[in-house]
């Protein structure tokens, strides 16, 4: 049983980084604090992916010995492009996120989400 | 050019996202006629496609030449072919209808606005047309940030209600990505077809549960399903208003469409609605939402917010067409899913006609527009009566087949909650109709002076306004020639 | 001539009406012409009616399985003849009347009168459920400019709460149609009903019944459902007099008839027991709406509680089944129609030239407009049921239904309420004709001071009309051979 738990680290380790993630964005008043709770979850998914395709004495799948085309050698590729593309997304992601945040300092004079809904901006 | 007609869709968008934002940085006014182009060529290929897959069945394209499974394939089918259409004639139109609110609300750079227009419209379409799912988590990105970034432009309070949609609609589209890694641990495969074909032997595997209440939840906040829906009457109501006239008809319909596809091509059938709750959840949860926005709409006096809950509700009815689970009840669906999309651009561009003219959007302030502007009011009102739901109106067909399709699974209470749900509508479209018929304009107020807006802003929403009734009449062979086949099995 | 040439014309009038709205003249005129060919299409297919050969014709699917149909049946012929022939007498009234007032909107309120108009003839010619649920909702629509044409408070809240009663009616309609074709059920109305292979399945019938009856019976100003009838009352005088008179409420009596005859037939319904039910209700509204009429003061008032205990009349004549009583509840429709109709007249010709709208105002009205309360008086006897008046017949038929089916105690109430007509129409007789000074008046005007001839004209027709068809009640409109031809149809074992 708890070889089980603990065997499964990743993916605890997955699930405590969404709670992380998940508090941090819904309940912080900060608006860097709500971007990096999302990017701690947006992290979580990646790491779960990463963790579901680990292959214990795999390598890179690139063909170097004509003979060596057992799969079982290789680690599937596949996770880890889309986890790529998936980075690429949350850098997009972030940087318009910061750009609006700049946007919003700039009128408001504060990132404090409360303080921006009470007070118009300045424009 | 027939087998390539899935990417055509996409093409013309993609490309003229960069071109104008680059054409439109050196010649601002070049902008607005080459997004018409782009739109205008995506919305000819979805004709063409829809044409094509009524008369020879759906057609398939392996993106780069990587053959499917292992590549990415788009596949434009009934469905997807009906969906795009409807998404990009409406977008044709609107945009259309909303150039001189973008002159006057973008000013300076209409090449960035256009621009991010097109990025929001490949997205929505991408995800129409892709057979892949990880292809829809990109594309869902991709009209996702385009879509914070035209919210942002409102500025001022549409700013944080950008950055708000930002943090949930991430959120969404992270969950969406979580359930597709599930997906793709057990079955070894991203291609909807691919993994329709293997879920049937894993079927008990709580890994596949888990997948699916994963997408759904990531597409139900894209969707705005209650109570996943907070983020929209904000971005709806501070979005500059040829961006919420844009949004406001097609981008939770596109995920209402992924949802469908999930129901029709990747889960085998039956799967959802009866080895797990999905199926149960989304009815419920629909026609909870259709009720609950019918009622939020009412309590609201902003024109915008109360077409925003509006939306909410019918979205909620989509949803619960969805639910149902049945291809009578898809079919119905998808019909509201296009009657949505023309009702609702059509209040969406007689209500900002009005704010172009009088400035306005408190229904309060409206009094006496039926004299001041009656073509305008023309087409609110049939847009108006058609999401009540009174024949022969397409508003009422959506209806009726959903009652029907409730009734057909001995769901009566379906029936009544859609029937009922008319009546919430009629009762917040009476209170607007009433203040623009019945009471004579205050005088002075900006309504007296008032006048219908030029012929490009008027014409789209009388076309619009006309299609709620032509589609209604015709609404036996948009049913039974293109949608029953489309999602039969 | 085909049926979809009666619906379509008032239909397409509203569009030059429209057009036309800056020269009152054209306007009018389009509005007549609109009417006399209305009542032109639908009275030249009566031959073919009465001959066994009624005309037909069908346009495209609506909803799968069920086209827009129209057929100029022996029912529907008569409820279209009815609302066609009595719009032209109402169109020369209105123009005489919003004249008079000088009404605002007034190229809306035509617009809107020709489309109720053609909805309500589309109510009448519908060959089937669909479309007559389509034609229900548009007359819905169509009437709502009509009740709030003052715009004021009242009829907002007037307006409301009739769209609140109407479209919640008009949603029982649509889920029952729904029920229909879910359960794959041909809804074309077939004299003796459609249902008949459903029965045995009485949750199903009973289900669909009370969505029919109760979409049908708000129109109908049965109680409870009434009340939306006389707060609809704040509309100008001619849209009650045609449309909360004849049109609308007829449209919803009609309905029963449809769904008592034509849906379920007499033999399912007496199988499933719901004739009582009906029964019972229409029983009631009839008793307690011409008790509700004896206490109103504002004459509108009076007339409209009337209206609903009228309606009960033929409500309950449904509800009998008896050939006799049939018969009688399809010529009540006419008879009705016309003896109502010419009363609302004269209320809006008194309000509109002496500008008194209560009946303890009337006294000695009688003197000064003598021509209307001649046509009123002429027709509170109609109501009365005294012979040779159209309602005499009408009672008459009701009343010997009643026996022939064993039901006295409906006898009664027909008889009861016979007496109350005459309770509450003749005190306003005597008042007018009382010799005293009209209000305001110094002293008993001796001079003759009526209202315009274009109101004076249109209720000396009708109450002319009232009395000439009760001595010949087939007199160029064939109202009495089409009621006996519908009951025969219905009421055949």
């Not at chain 2, 988590?137 to 944080?160: N, Q």
């Not at chain 3, 509204?285 to 011409?290: E, K, N, R």
């Not at chain 3, 009643?402 to 003749?426: C, I, K, T």
């Not at chain 3, 027709?461 to 001595?471: S, W």
């Amino acid at each position: 049983m708890l070889d089980e738990l603990l065997g499964r680290y990743p993916y605890w380790a997955t699930a405590v980084l969404m709670v992380i993630g998940l508090y941090g964005m819904l309940l912080k008043r900060s608006l860097i604090k709500k971007l990096i709770g999302l990017n701690v979850f947006q992290g979580a998914v990646i790491l779960f992916f990463i963790a579901g395709s680990v292959k214990a004495g795999a390598t890179v799948p690139v063909l170097i010995d004509e003979g060596a085309t057992d799969p079982a050698l290789y680690v599937n590729p596949l996770p880890h492009v889309l986890m790529l593309t998936a980075i690429v997304v949350s850098a997009a992601t972030n940087g318009l996120a910061l750009a609006l945040m700049i946007r919003i300092f700039d009128g408001h004079r504060t990132l404090d989400e409360r303080e921006i809904l009470e007070r118009p901006a300045r424009t | 050019m027939t087998p390539h007609l899935p990417i055509l869709i996409i093409l013309p968008l993609l490309l003229g996202a960069f071109v104008v934002t680059l054409c439109g940085l050196w010649r601002p006014r070049s902008a607005f006629p080459l997004a018409i182009l782009a739109v205008g060529a995506s919305a000819a290929a979805s004709i063409a496609s829809l044409v094509e897959t009524a008369r020879a069945g759906a057609v398939r394209y392996a993106l780069g030449g990587w053959a499917p499974p292992v590549g990415i394939e788009y596949v434009v089918d009934g469905v997807s072919a009906f969906v795009a259409t409807v998404v990009a004639a409406v977008a044709l139109l609107v945009l259309t209808a909303t150039r001189r609110m973008a002159d006057r609300e973008m000013g300076d750079r209409p090449g960035l606005f256009y621009g991010a227009v097109l990025m929001m419209l490949t997205g929505l379409l991408g995800i129409v047309v892709t057979g892949d799912l990880f292809n829809v988590f990109v594309f869902l990105e991709i009209s996702s940030l385009a879509t914070y970034a035209l919210i942002f432009m409102g500025g001022g309070r549409a700013m944080i209600a950008a950055f708000r949609y930002l943090i949930v609609g991430t959120l969404g589209g992270a969950l969406y990505l979580l359930g597709v890694g599930y997906l793709y641990f057990s079955t070894g495969t991203l291609n909807m077809a691919d993994t329709a074909a293997r879920l049937p032997e894993i079927l008990d595997s709580p890994a596949v549960l888990a997948g699916a209440a994963l997408i759904f939840a990531g597409l139900g906040v894209k969707t705005a399903l209650v109570p996943l829906h907070w983020w929209l009457p904000d971005a709806y109501n501070y979005a500059p208003s040829p961006v919420t006239a844009l949004m406001a008809p097609i981008a939770t319909k596109v995920a209402a469409y992924a949802m469908l596809r999930m129901f029709l091509t990747v889960f085998p059938a039956g799967y959802l609605a009866e080895a797990t709750p999905v199926a149960t959840v989304l009815l419920v949860v629909g026609l909870g939402g259709a009720v609950a926005g019918g009622a939020a709409a009412f309590a609201q006096s902003d024109l915008r917010r109360i077409l925003a809950y509006s939306s909410i509700a019918q979205v909620g009815l989509i949803a619960a067409g969805i639910g149902l689970a049945s291809p009578l009840a898809a079919a119905a669906a998808l019909f509201h899913v296009m009657t949505h999309a023309v009702m609702k651009a059509a209040l969406f561009l007689a209500a900002y006609s009005v704010r172009y003219r009088t400035g306005e959007v408190d229904i309060d302030r409206m009094a006496g527009l039926g004299r001041a502007m009656p073509w305008t009011m023309l087409a609110f009102t049939v847009a108006a009566v058609s999401m009540v739901g009174v024949p022969p109106t397409a508003g009422f067909f959506s209806k009726l087949y959903l009652a029907q399709a409730g009734l057909a699974e001995g769901l009566w209470g379906v029936a009544l909650v859609v029937l009922v749900s008319g009546l919430l509508t009629a009762a917040y479209m009476v209170r607007i109709l009433e203040r623009v018929y019945l009471r004579d304009a205050p005088d002075g107020g900006s309504a007296a002076e008032a006048a219908d807006p030029p012929a490009d802003m008027l014409a789209p929403a009388l076309v619009l306004a006309s299609a709620t009734l032509v589609l209604g009449l015709a609404n036996v062979p948009i049913v039974t020639r293109l949608l029953v086949p489309a999602v039969g099995p | 001539m085909s049926p979809l040439i009666a619906v379509a014309v008032p239909m397409a009038a509203a569009v030059p009406i429209l057009l036309s709205g800056r020269r009152p003249n054209l306007r009018e005129a389009w509005s007549l012409a609109a009417a006399l060919a209305t009542a032109g299409a639908v009275w030249s297919m009566l031959s073919g009616t009465l001959a066994g050969e009624p005309a037909e014709s069908v346009l495209f699917e609506l909803a799968p399985g069920a086209a827009i149909a129209f057929r100029a049946d022996a029912a529907g012929m008569l409820f279209a003849m009815l609302a066609s022939g009595l719009w032209v007498v109402t169109t020369v009234y209105s123009i005489g009347y919003m004249r008079t007032l000088e009404e605002g909107n007034q190229t809306r309120y035509y617009a809107a009168f020709a489309l109720s108009v053609g909805s309500a003839v589309g109510v009448a010619l519908a060959a089937n459920l669909v479309t007559f649920v389509l034609f229900y909702e548009l007359l819905t629509l169509a009437t709502y400019p009509l009740v709030t044409h003052h715009q004021d408070a009242a009829s907002i809240r007037a307006g409301r709460k009739y769209l609140a009663y109407t479209l919640t009616a008009g949603l029982a309609l649509i889920a029952a149609t729904a029920w229909l074709l879910a359960l794959g059920v041909d809804a074309t109305f077939e004299a003796g009903g459609f249902l008949a292979e459903l029965t045995g399945r009485g949750g199903v019938l009973w289900g669909l019944f009370a969505l029919l009856a109760a979409g049908v019976a708000v129109k109908a100003a049965v109680m409870p459902l009434h009340s939306w009838l006389p707060a609809a009352m704040v509309a100008p005088t001619p849209v009650s007099a045609l449309l909360h008179a004849v049109a609308v409420v007829k449209a919803g009596a009609f309905g029963f008839v449809r769904v008592m005859g034509y849906v379920f037939g007499p033999a399912l319904l007496a199988d499933m027991g719901a004739l009582h039910v009906v029964a019972a209700f229409a029983a009631v509204t009839l008793t307690v709406g011409s008790i509700l009429a004896l206490g109103m003061d504002p004459l509108k008032q009076r007339l409209a509680y009337s209206t609903v205990s009228h309606l009960s009349y033929i409500v309950l004549g449904t509800a009998i089944l008896a050939p006799a009583a049939w018969v009688g509840a399809l010529f009540h429709m006419a008879a009705h129609g016309v003896t109502k109709i010419t009363l609302f007249f004269c209320a809006g010709a008194i309000h509109a030239h002496a500008h008194k709208d209560r009946v303890s105002q009337l006294d000695g009205i009688g003197w000064r407009m003598p021509w209307t309360m001649a046509a009123f008086a002429l027709a509170s006897l109609g109501m009365a049921g005294l012979p040779p008046f159209m309602m005499f017949a009408s009672k008459w038929y009701l009343g010997a239904g009643a026996v022939d089916a064993a039901m006295v105690p409906f006898l009664a109430v027909y008889v009861l309420s016979g007496v109350l007509n005459a309770a509450y129409l003749f005190p306003i007789v005597f008042r007018a004709f009382r010799n005293v000074p009209v209000e305001g008046h110094a002293e008993r005007s001796a001079s003759v001071d009526e209202a315009s001839g274009l109101m004076v004209v249109p209720l000396m027709i009708t109450a002319g009309l009232a009395l000439v068809l009760g001595l010949a009640p087939d007199a160029a409109f064939g109202f009495m051979e089409l009621a006996l031809d519908v009951s025969a149809a219905v009421t055949a074992p």
